[in-house]
């Protein structure tokens, strides 16, 4: 607000003395002049790839910075932006802990790597979130799938197979 020569950046009050014209029964009177401030905010959106982020009624798919202008409940204009950004998903991997030969019955270490948390499928007996072990059969297929959930929760998943033999030298 601008007054006297002054801007203000917050609100203040203004009092002042008036003579009638006899020159006596001083008036004091005071006024509240309120400076409004307009509203700024950041919003930080992570997303996962394919995922969309509704801001301002708009539907967005892609990284970017978006703004939004508004009047505010006192009448200022207002801006709120939108850091939006996508997440990689995950890039899981599958590896053996010990020795890679496994016969007929044996049990197999598997660790994934790659994420935050990790949900294993297959016949596994033991699964500890990135650590899984199960028993491999000769000569049939072990499939061992994971699926890792990164922070911001984009998922990705890998497959491991693994044939044992039936005797090991």
């Not at 995922?51 to 978006?66: C, E, H, L, N, V």
């Not at 030969?101 to 935050?116: R, S, W, Y």
Request: hydrophobic residues 35%.
């Amino acid at each position: 607000a601008f007054y006297d020569n002054t801007w203000y950046k917050h609100s203040f009050t203004i009092g002042d003395t008036i003579v009638n014209a006899f020159g006596c029964d001083s008036i004091i009177y005071q006024t509240k002049v309120v400076v409004n401030h307009p509203d700024l905010d950041t919003v930080t959106k992570v997303i996962c790839p394919g995922d969309s982020f509704i801001f301002d009624g708009k539907i967005y798919t892609r990284a970017g910075i978006y703004a939004h202008h508004f009047t505010n409940q006192n009448g200022c204009d207002s801006l709120v932006t939108l850091n939006l950004m996508i997440s990689p998903t995950p890039n899981i991997q599958i590896n053996y802990l010990g020795n890679p030969k496994f016969c007929d019955g044996d049990t197999i270490i598997l660790q994934a790597t790659g994420a935050e948390s990790y949900i294993w499928e297959g016949y596994l007996f033991d699964r500890d979130n990135d650590i899984a072990r199960a028993v491999v059969f000769a000569p049939i297929e072990n499939k061992f799938i994971v699926k890792g959930r990164n922070v911001y929760g984009c998922e990705n998943t890998a497959t491991i197979t693994y044939t044992a033999n039936y005797c090991c030298d």
